[in-house]
């Protein structure tokens, strides 16, 4: 009984250290995939929210840059870098979790030996737990990239204390439900595509933790693009809601294909795409590499 004991306590600690492990990459990932990625966020933020401007997202880059220079296309960086490490940091560690969870459930003895499908409904699961934190960091950065076009002046704490003052914390979670329409399926697509890439990239008799760092970009870029393609339309009315400051789901998707139709709903896709490309794979490489290292060290 007391072996036993001992084996609980030890099969304990081991799980909050991989929990420790996962949030510190999760965070390098965040970070990476932040500075990677924000110019051509920016820009698909500006396309989906305010169509009429822009006919496509090269005129809108151009703007852009033109009008407010290198510093108009890194708007809401600080808000997304929060976004970002808050909801990778939330994403890896809950991944890990449920990855263990949805291996017990299935008798497998170790995560390693988990299909893409199952690391797909791992990440789908621990996509609930990362929007929590992502809806309120992310509204504030959509506000920012969109304050030119609003005629607004502000600043992070402005954007905030303004929210708090109008609608109080409620106000930081408008959005909420598309936040979490686009998340669930998407960290599906997101986590079942890199996987899946990941096994078909690893050569026989070679373990997929050593397939390099070209291969993770690889398969980070087209779990990126996967994720993306997926849910865009759920983004769309999310980023509309959230720089507007109301409406619901329903009624600002309807909205949208009122004003643009069909087409409305993807405008700023390809930005998107090209912009995931980079900042996933450079995501996935900071959060294997850091993983690893993290685990030869400790």
């Not at 969870?101 to 996509?127: C, H, R, Y």
């Not at 030119?148 to 439900?177: A, H, N, Y």
């Not at 997929?208 to 087209?222: C, F, P, R, S």
């Amino acid at each position: 009984m007391h072996e036993s004991g001992g084996g609980d306590k030890t099969g304990d600690a081991n799980h909050f250290k991989d929990g420790i492990i996962d949030l510190l990459a999760g965070t390098a990932g965040g970070v990476a995939n932040v500075y990677a990625g924000q110019p051509l966020d920016t820009v698909k933020v500006k396309v989906q929210t305010f169509p009429h401007l822009y006919s496509n997202w090269v005129v809108c880059l151009k703007d852009t840059y033109k009008l407010d220079g290198i510093r108009g296309l890194y708007a809401g960086t600080l808000p997304a870098l929060a976004a970002n490490v808050a909801e990778n940091a939330v994403l890896f560690t809950a991944y890990g979790y449920c990855q263990k969870t949805i291996a017990t459930l299935n008798g497998l003895e170790d995560v390693k030996q988990m299909t893409p499908l199952e690391n797909a409904f791992s990440g789908s699961l621990a996509a609930v737990f990362a929007a929590t934190v992502l809806c309120p960091t992310e509204l504030v950065k959509c506000k920012l990239q969109a304050a030119r076009e609003m005629k607004q002046k502000c600043t992070p704490f402005s954007v905030c204390r303004d929210i708090l003052k109008t609608t109080g914390p409620r106000g930081f979670f408008v959005g909420m439900t598309p936040t979490l329409a686009r998340e669930v399926p998407g960290y599906f697509f997101f986590f079942g595509a890199y996987e899946t890439c990941r096994y078909l990239l690893t050569a026989e008799g070679q373990k997929k933790e050593e397939i390099g760092l070209m291969k993770t970009a690889m398969a980070g870029a087209v779990g990126g693009m996967a994720l993306w393609t997926s849910i865009y339309p759920a983004d769309v009315v999310k980023s509309r809601m959230q720089v507007t400051g109301g409406g619901s789901f329903v009624s600002t998707l309807m909205a949208v294909v009122k004003e643009n139709g069909i087409r409305g709903l993807y405008k700023g896709l390809l930005p998107t795409n090209l912009r995931t490309c980079f900042a996933s794979g450079c995501l996935f490489v900071a959060y294997e590499e850091t993983r690893k290292f993290l685990h030869y060290v400790f």
